[in-house]
């Protein structure tokens, strides 16, 4: 899946706090399968253009 396009923009991503995700950073999400899941979601959601 090539959510960001580019390496840099994504791992920036990863590092900043995400409105869709409670303005929690992704990669602290990323530490449970509750968070993982929550991110794997965004990431879909944002793939295809679904924000709420």
């Known amino acids: 899946m090539s959510v960001f396009g580019q390496y840099s923009i994504a791992q920036r991503w990863l590092i900043e706090p995400a409105l869709g995700l409670g303005h929690v950073t992704p990669c602290v999400l990323l530490s449970t399968p509750t968070g993982f899941e929550a991110v ?9 253009g679904v924000y709420t």
Do not use: E, N
């Open 40 to 48: 794997h979601d965004y990431l879909v959601r944002l793939q295809y």
